[in-house]
């Protein structure tokens, strides 16, 4: 929970971390790491989904981060179909749900 307009920031800056960093090295594979970062629309008062993919990784991973009234919550998913986007978004979801009273 944040006071006033801070979640709004927090979140702005969280969905320009693509922007900032495009890439990353993963020393155990000696490869580059790909980020990227789109909005998400449906979720909350506002969120964005950071994708982490790597040709040498067998999945890639997804941050989902969102934001409803002073609440941020974000969500790290791993693996599985779509690099677990599905995932993160099920469960993000339900986390916003539980905070609004709408679970």
């Keep these: 929970m944040y006071r006033g307009a801070t979640a709004q920031t927090v979140l702005g800056a969280v969905g320009r971390i693509a922007t900032r960093c495009p890439s990353c090295s993963d020393a155990q594979t000696s490869s580059t790491v790909k980020v990227t970062e789109q909005p998400t629309t449906g979720l909350g008062d506002g969120a964005c989904t ?33 690099d677990g986007d599905t995932a993160a ?14 679970a």
């Design 50 to 82: 950071i994708s982490l993919a790597d040709s040498a990784w067998q999945n890639g991973s997804t941050l989902i981060a969102a934001r409803t009234g002073t609440a941020i919550v974000t969500v790290l998913a791993s693996g599985g179909a779509h």
């Design 89 to 102: 978004l099920a469960l993000t979801k339900q986390i916003l749900g539980s905070l609004t009273g709408k």
